[in-house]
Nanobody
Framework: VQLVESGGGLVQSGGSLRLSCAAS????????IGWFRQAPGKEGREGLA?????????TYADSVEGRFTISSDTSKNTVFLEMNSLKYEDTAVYFC?????????????????????WGRGTQVTVSS
């Protein structure tokens, strides 16, 4: 079982990036897939966006709603995170994760319970 993130890089403030999470060994029918990030110097990972296993519905953290979009291509077993209007404070290592849930929101961030696997992350740097 493997999750591999790609698509990170350096972008100017206001720019866009599209991250990919390629999954192998798991089915999107069995797991919710979420995007998380860990900013430099911060403990813990912030839950940004989740796409559910049941019907592909999506939910977002307050700080990224309207700027980030999560989607999936089941034929490629890949989940994407389209990030627009990037800000300096979006600089972080971005991770995808597969989990069984539940999904809840705490202090505006998403929490995905019973995480089965994390990817290794991809660096996103937004210059001011």
């Amino acid at each position: 079982v493997q999750l591999v993130e790609s698509g990170g890089g350096l972008v100017q403030s206001g720019g866009s990036l599209r991250l990919s999470c390629a999954a192998s060994g798991i089915s999107f029918d069995d797991f919710h897939i979420g995007w998380f990030r860990q900013a430099p110097g911060k403990e813990g990972r912030e839950g940004l966006a989740i796409i559910t296993k049941s019907d592909g519905s999506t939910t977002y953290a307050d700080s990224v709603e309207g700027r980030f979009t999560i989607s999936s291509d089941t034929s490629k077993n890949t989940v994407f995170l389209e990030m627009n209007s990037l800000k300096y404070e979006d600089t972080a290592v971005y991770f995808c994760a597969a989990g069984r849930g539940p999904i809840r929101k705490a202090a505006g961030w998403l929490v995905l319970g019973d995480i089965y696997r994390w990817g290794r992350g991809t660096q996103v740097t937004v210059s001011s």
